[in-house]
């Protein structure tokens, strides 16, 4: 159903693909997951009770999540997969590289932000890996992406939260 045209991001267990929907002629985001065994049923009832939550936060600064799958590889091992809107723009991490934020622009981006992660909230939903490529500074406004996909993340063998330190999520 879904047609990789090239990747527009990695980091964490997946990458995200820039896809054409062969049904609907859109052109979306296809995040894969880190793969499992076929068989796994906690992996496949984690993603899926995460995907099914993410699937309902509907906000102006959250980008969409429409639908989410599983593809089974040849050797037997499942990718699981989300589709969401495809958000056209740099991320807040690249748009850092080239310098600093005026302090309008950054105020901008942090209310943005904010109201991203308070419908989340009243949702019921944590981030979990709040970064600056997770936020995308696009034409129409600033999104969010990735909610919810830290409780995806495999568990580290010391006692201490996933993600990169400087912006681990406080609920972990």
Do not use: C, M
């Not at 964490?12 to 894969?32: F, L, M, Q, S, Y």
């Not at 934020?101 to 989340?120: M, S």
């Amino acid at each position: 159903r879904f047609r990789l045209i090239e990747p527009v991001g990695a980091g964490g267990p997946g990458g995200v693909w820039r896809a054409a929907d062969i049904a609907t002629r859109h052109e979306v985001a296809v995040k894969a997951l880190a793969a499992h065994a076929a068989g796994d049923t906690v992996a496949q009832a984690r993603f899926r009770l995460v995907a099914r939550t993410v699937l309902q936060l509907s906000a102006p600064g959250i980008a969409q999540v429409r639908e989410f799958g599983e593809a089974e590889l040849p050797d037997g091992r499942i990718v699981p997969y989300l589709v969401r809107d495809l958000i056209p723009g740099r991320t807040l991490g690249e748009r850092l590289r080239a310098g600093p934020l005026l302090p309008g622009e950054a105020l901008r981006v942090v209310a943005a932000t904010a109201d991203a992660l308070a419908v989340a909230h009243r949702a019921g939903i944590a981030h979990g890996h709040l970064v600056p490529a997770n936020i995308v500074l696009a034409p129409s406004g600033v999104r969010v992406t990735d909610f919810g996909l830290w409780a995806l993340r495999p568990r580290p063998d010391e006692d201490r939260a996933p993600g990169v330190l400087s912006y681990a999520a406080p609920e972990l």
